[in-house]
């Protein structure tokens, strides 16, 4: 008996399986039409909004073609820039060494007596050079000094000169102090 009770559960088992079948399959129909009106329902209010439709619109089928697209893009975006970098590093060093040459030129214009065999000597009468210069412009704000001084205490003397730099001839100058 013991059979027959197994028998008798494995058939009923079997038709409650059947049973439960049938029935997830009509949900999942009743699921289906119930998407597809929904679909078609926002289809037409994306028509009247002026939407593209989902199928209107391309699917993203290959999205690692466009990384390696976007990665490629980077990289040579990044090449470039080293690129940009290395040339301006050149001009750069290019410009020095023209400024230099400029600077030797001028030295040598200077100085058309010597005769420059090493780098040192130019750098040397430049050296000289500056310092010159360095002499002449303290010589100068000395003298300048000065000058404030004695115009500042005789503005008589600031009037003279003044009347000189207008082109008045020096009689008439005078004639107007006297």
């Known amino acids: 008996m013991e059979g027959t009770n197994a028998a008798a ?16 399959q009509e ?3 009743l699921m289906n039409e119930a998407i597809s009106q929904l679909e078609a329902e926002g289809k037409e209010k ?6 593209a439709e989902p199928e209107d619109v391309i699917p993203d089928e290959n999205e690692e073609a466009k990384e390696e697209t976007k990665k490629e893009a ?16 050149e001009t ?28 040192n000597q130019y750098l040397d009468k430049a050296y000289e050079h500056l ?3 360095e002499k002449y412009k303290s010589d100068n704000d000395e003298a300048n000094q000065k000058l404030v001084k004695v115009l500042q205490s005789h503005p008589d003397l600031t009037n ?8 008045n001839p020096l009689p008439c100058i005078f004639s107007k102090i006297f």
């Open 27 to 29: 949900s999942q129909s």
């Open 160 to 167: 003279v000169i003044k009347d000189l730099i207008g082109g």
């Open 74 to 89: 980077k990289e040579d975006t990044e090449e470039k820039e080293e690129e940009t970098k290395e040339d301006q590093e």
């Open 131 to 133: 310092e010159g210069l």
């Open 9 to 24: 559960e494995g058939t009923q088992g079997e038709g409650t399986n059947t049973a439960q079948e049938g029935q997830a």
């Open 92 to 119: 750069k060093e290019e410009k020095v060494e023209k400024e230099i040459h400029k600077l030797f030129q001028k030295i040598q214009n200077i100085y058309k007596e010597d005769k420059f065999e090493e780098d």
């Open 46 to 51: 994306s028509k009247a909004m002026g939407e």
